[in-house]
């Protein structure tokens, strides 16, 4: 995005023709981008349904979308000549990236995923919810006292949960 902006800085576009071929590579350029990174989500996906949710496969997937709205929001900008809005386009995606990491609960979103994995037959990794916030709580007891077949390891990942938070005597 910023090589884009800096080839709109220094590219003479002083005729309709001109600004038109311009304004046609960059929405293909931005196009290109975005094949890029559908690619790249696609593959943290394959990561997330592998190994399972952590707080870096969220907070990379939030990017990744709140990257693609910005891409669109280039592409739109540029297609209707108002470049100069680019600033604005990227503080209004950052702060919707900021936001929807206060909104969305992650690791709550992180221990729901994990143990929906878990109940259709993936291995639960009890030692990576041990190192989340105390906002799993509920929903592991939850998930606990649901007396399922993984409610062996809920309890396994409660009790790691208490032994890391603990401090030591």
């Known amino acids: 995005l910023l ?3 800096l080839m709109s800085a220094i590219t003479r576009r002083n005729t309709k023709t ?3 071929i311009f304004s046609g590579l960059s929405i293909g350029t931005v ?3 975005v094949v890029i990174l559908i690619s790249a989500f696609q593959r943290l996906s394959l990561y997330k349904d592998v190994y399972g949710f952590t707080r870096i496969r969220v907070f990379s997937e939030l990017f990744m979308i709140w990257l693609a709205v910005l891409l669109l929001a280039t592409a739109i900008l540029e297609f209707i000549h108002k470049e100069r809005y680019f600033a604005l386009a990227c503080l209004l995606a950052a702060i919707g990236f900021v936001t929807s990491i206060n909104v969305i609960n992650v690791d709550y979103h992180i221990v729901t995923g994990n143990t929906e994995r878990a109940l259709s037959g993936s291995k639960l990794d ?7 916030s105390e906002d799993i709580i509920p929903v592991m007891v939850d998930a606990y006292q649901g007396n399922t077949e993984i409610s062996p390891q809920i309890g396994a990942a409660l009790q790691c949960w208490v032994d890391w938070n603990t401090p030591a005597e």
């Open 18 to 20: 001109k600004m038109n």
């Open 31 to 33: 196009a290109l981008v």
């Open 126 to 132: 009890t030692e990576y919810l041990a190192t989340l």
């Open 3 to 5: 090589l884009l902006q």
